[in-house]
Every structure is written in C-alpha cells, then in structure tokens.
C-alpha cells in the first residue's frame, strides 16, 4: 500500500541524501574537490554549521533532542575523519584534531545562534490574553 505523499518524510530523506554528499566530498581526492581554493578548516565549520541547521530546522523541527542532535553531528564528523585515513590518498592527514574542532565550532554555532533567536522571538508572556494584571 501506497503512502500519500503528505506522510513521506522526504525532509528527512533528503538530509540523509545531504550527509552522503557530505560522505563523498570528504573521501574524494584533493584534486577533484571543486571547493578546494576555500581554507579546509573554514569549510568543515560552515559544512557542519549548515548541517546543524537542516537537522534542527529541516529534517527534525519539532524533535526536541537537545543533546543527541549535535552529539549525532558531532560523532558524524568524526566517522569522516577515521573514513578519511582508511582511503589510499587521505592517509597520514595531520589535521584530523583541528578538523574535529573546526566541525565542533560549527555545530556549536549554529546551537548557540538558535538558543539566541528562541531567547528573542519568545512570546512575551505579558502580551498574551488573560496573563496580564486586571
């Protein structure tokens, strides 16, 4: 039987299409890296910065993991680094620590902003009906 359309969770699947390309951009050589002219380390906080934002705000925006959404990105990017000295041409990679960090500032980012934008968009509970004084 056929699901509707409206019950597919394509949002989810397309994050996981995204963190596959993610997958391969790390494991191709150097050479065939289209975004090679970027600083590595500048590129690993953006990556995972905009991962951060799709897990939060795309493929689970009602999922309240406080720990386990950056925990998981956090631990995806590590799995890229051991990937990263399994194949032939990425082996001996000294920046495996600062790449770990690099991933871990992007993350952090992007939850710090989120908790700062949540402060200021909270409703203010005095403007709501039947709060205020009488």
């Not at 494991?27 to 905009?50: C, Q």
């Not at 991962?51 to 631990?75: E, I, N, Q, S, Y």
Request: glycine share 8%.
């Amino acid at each position: 039987m056929n699901k509707p359309s409206s019950q597919i969770p394509w949002k989810g699947l397309l994050f996981v299409a995204i963190l596959l390309l993610c997958t391969v951009m790390a494991l191709i050589p150097g050479a065939m890296d289209p975004t090679g002219f970027l600083n590595d380390k500048f590129k690993h906080a953006v990556t995972f910065f905009s991962l951060a934002l799709m897990l939060d705000c795309l493929a689970f925006p009602t999922a309240r993991f406080v720990v386990l959404k950056p925990l998981g990105l956090f631990m995806f990017g590590i799995l890229l680094e051991v990937l990263q000295n399994h194949v032939g041409y990425r082996q001996g990679n000294t920046g495996d620590l600062t790449d770990i960090l690099s991933n871990l500032i992007g993350i952090s980012g992007y939850f710090l902003m989120a908790a700062v934008v949540r402060y200021f968009l909270r409703p203010d509970p005095e403007a709501l009906p039947g709060t205020g004084e009488v």
